[in-house]
């Protein structure tokens, strides 16, 4: 798992191509292992150093996958909730999210599907569709509210190898 500060988190992944890409299952269930490994609820390829537009996620005791995800409606209504994020281990923030999404992506089987999700859902796909653009919450977090993040999690990890 890859966590910040490390570079290949900020840079904008590559789309897939489903139908000729033969190691996005492997892909997948390797993001799987590590979502479930660490707890989470979603996690996206480049999470784990591989720069493909490729995200999952699980709120409903379900796993999901999607390729190429690109959210195509946003609602006005937005929802200000904390948020953390495995590749920001030990720290979450407020974070605006739209509460209602729709979300166009491919299936592993290469099949266009919509999403679309409202509450929890929706935040989760909008925090992994932020990583395929090399966008942490700490991105989404502005002035004082950043400093006292990036503090947190310094201290958290400074600590780590005493």
């Not at 191509?17 to 490994?37: H, I, S």
């Not at 720290?91 to 999404?101: A, N, T, Y």
Request: glycine content about 8%; charged content about 30%; some cysteine.
């Amino acid at each position: 798992m890859l966590t910040h500060p490390d570079p290949a988190l900020k840079q904008k992944a590559a789309d897939v191509d489903p139908k000729t890409d033969g190691g996005l299952r492997a892909l997948v269930r390797a993001m799987a292992e590590a979502m479930y490994e660490h707890q989470g609820v979603g996690l996206a390829a480049p999470q784990i150093g591989i720069q493909k537009r490729v995200i999952v996620f699980d709120v409903d005791d379900e796993l999901h996958a999607l390729c190429n995800p690109e959210i195509i409606e946003r609602s006005e209504e937005t929802e200000l909730d904390e948020e953390g994020c495995l590749s920001v281990p030990g720290i979450s923030v407020p974070i605006e999210r739209s509460q209602r999404i729709v979300c166009v992506g491919l299936t592993l089987e290469g099949e266009e599907v919509t999403v679309d999700a409202e509450g929890f859902v929706a935040r989760v796909i909008q925090h992994e569709t932020d990583h395929l653009d090399g966008v942490l919450i700490l991105d989404r977090v502005q002035g004082e509210a950043r400093k006292a993040a990036l503090r947190t999690y310094n201290e958290v990890h400074s600590t780590e190898g005493r």
